[in-house]
């Protein structure tokens, strides 16, 4: 039976994997080269980790393996205030590598090894804060701001692009929705004010529903999950209209239940598929199902024997299965009933 | 003692039931009706905004014309409905599901976590599945049978009516897309026997599950499905799967137990069962 899949990151697969890609996105982005960069030991203090609050605590095998043997992968920064970066007051905006910082931090690190790209490429910071592979629940907010930017900064990227790029089509399309809400509920999810859950749900509204919700947010009104989920009922009840139309004609054109107890004490009414002739053996000498059934199963075998039957193995194989079942489905087979009450326990 | 219909536990093309779960059922009996009766034609389209691949849903039932909650004439308590979702996974064509259900009953597995106690025999089973719309309908010719009887729907219905079937892609008054073209348009390669007849369509068998069933392709293809519930069904009754202990889910149970109690005689019967 189906499960409930995991939510998944929007990126798949290690940043590793997709470097080939990237510069093929860059030259989509109009970035012909990689853009100015630089590597340098830098003190953390200088570095500020968007959305920190938000992200989850570094595992504390990874503080310990920073302890042990520093950053393997240099993490990607821009220049967020100063000149240049060697200005001894520039602090540094970390885009890629948020959680490593944190870790680093953590482990009591006091400077690290980055990888410093020059400041006024906004796509690239966006682009490289999405392919930040460590992102987890919390931090959704950051992934809706950076596609807002992609798409803001008219790159004119498609979610097919992306996709070709290593990101998770499902993820994506539900971050998409989300990122072309109105502007007064989508300033509201990047504030932290809404959870990622209300956020999901106000983007199944219908357009029309949206503008409300947005006009409402206007007026100063707090979204909550009540507001949302009361919006989205009404809308949904509209939509099953028609299902509950036709079910209503549908019932009003059955015949009358029947009285029999099988019918389900007359008022719903079962599913039909098996024949109304009771399954007992005839007595005007026809055959009963029970007695085509044994016979057919005497046969099969010989069917995979002989070549030039096999076809007809195939269909005798079909009719077996359906008169089992017909034999089995009949509440007049005592031996199926008995067989069933024996493990059974019902509560009528 | 009184009975209700019960699905047959037989392999779905979902696989068998699992311990512990908790499945709403609609039960074969020779004293229902045949399937098509239960069947939306055409499909209807799923409501904006509704979520169900793996979250089957309680839903109150409201009034169409008025838009208040239906009310049960015997309990004075309001009516939900189940909103259920076919996974193409495990039936990859919306027909794999209803031929199975013709021939085992229905059986869907529902979260322990539903308030299971407000389901009741006025309740019913809304299955949607995502391939179950031919959105380019008006293309394709007309299924041979609309087994509804609903006019403009199939060749018989043209002949009947005196009208050109050949000219019915370009009638604007034809009526559809009709549930029973999803037979048509089942390939042949995704049979599992074709046998060739000549001077008609192919025979093809088709297994899902442990079901075995026949459909004769026009030779049609279609690239474009927009989602929709096909099938609306009474529930019969509910099964509890047991653990290998002869337990059940005693949530769930407990929650149907207070259904009996509080809905009387239009309470869903249940039981317990190895399969």
Known sequence: MPRKPKQQSLLEGDVQQVDEKLLALLQRLGITALPPHETMLLPLERMVVPGAALLTRPAARLVKSIQKVGLLQAPALVLLSGTTPHDPEATFEVVLGRRRILAARMAGLSVVKCEVYASGTPQLGALLGLIENEQRSAAWIKEIEDLRRLIDEGVGMTPGDLADFGFHRGTLAERLKIVRLPHPILTSILAGKVSQEVAKRIARLSPAQQEQVAQRVREGEDITANLITGVLRVQINTGLVPAQTALAQAWAQLPEPSAHPMAGNGHTIPVATVGVTPLVDASDGALSPAQVLAILERFEPQTSANPALSRVGILARVLIKELQIAVRASPLTPTSTTETQEREVTHV | ?275
């Not at chain 2, 034609?41 to 309680?58: E, I, S």
């Not at chain 2, 039936?91 to 407000?118: C, K, Q, V």
């Open chain 2, 1 to 275: 003692m009184f009975d209700f219909p019960r699905a047959i536990p037989d392999e779905r093309g979902c696989g068998d039931r699992e311990p512990g779960g908790v499945y709403a059922e609609s039960g074969l009996s020779p004293y229902g009706s045949p399937l098509e009766y239960f069947l939306f034609d055409p499909p209807l389209p799923l409501p904006a905004g509704v979520d169900l691949v793996n979250k089957p849903q309680l839903w109150q039932r409201v009034d169409p014309a008025s838009g208040e909650p239906v009310l049960d004439g015997e309990t004075g308590r309001p009516v939900y409905d189940l909103l259920i979702h076919i996974g193409a996974e495990h039936y990859p064509h919306a027909i794999d599901y209803i031929e199975e259900t013709r021939r085992l009953g229905a059986s869907r597995r529902l979260n322990a976590n539903l308030d299971l106690s407000l389901l009741t025999r006025r309740s019913r089973m809304l299955l949607a599945h995502p391939k179950a719309i031919i959105v380019p309908w008006r293309d394709l010719t007309l299924p041979e049978w609309c087994y509804k009887r609903l006019p403009r729907h199939d060749l018989a219905s043209y002949a009947l009516l005196g009208l050109d079937a050949a000219a019915a892609q370009t009638d604007e008054a034809r009526m559809g897309p009709c549930i029973f073209k999803l037979w048509d348009v089942l390939k042949g390669d995704e049979a599992m026997e074709v046998f060739e007849q000549e001077g008609q369509r192919p025979l093809c068998l088709r297994k899902i599950g442990s079901t075995i069933y026949e459909y004769r392709p026009t030779g049609e293809e279609v690239k474009d499905w927009e989602p929709g519930f096909i099938l609306g069904l009474p529930i019969t009754g509910i099964a509890l799967i047991q653990y290998a202990d002869g337990t059940v889910n005693e949530k769930a149970k407990a929650k149907l137990l207070v259904g009996m109690t509080q809905n009387e005689d239009m309470a869903l019967p249940f039981y317990e069962t190895d399969k």
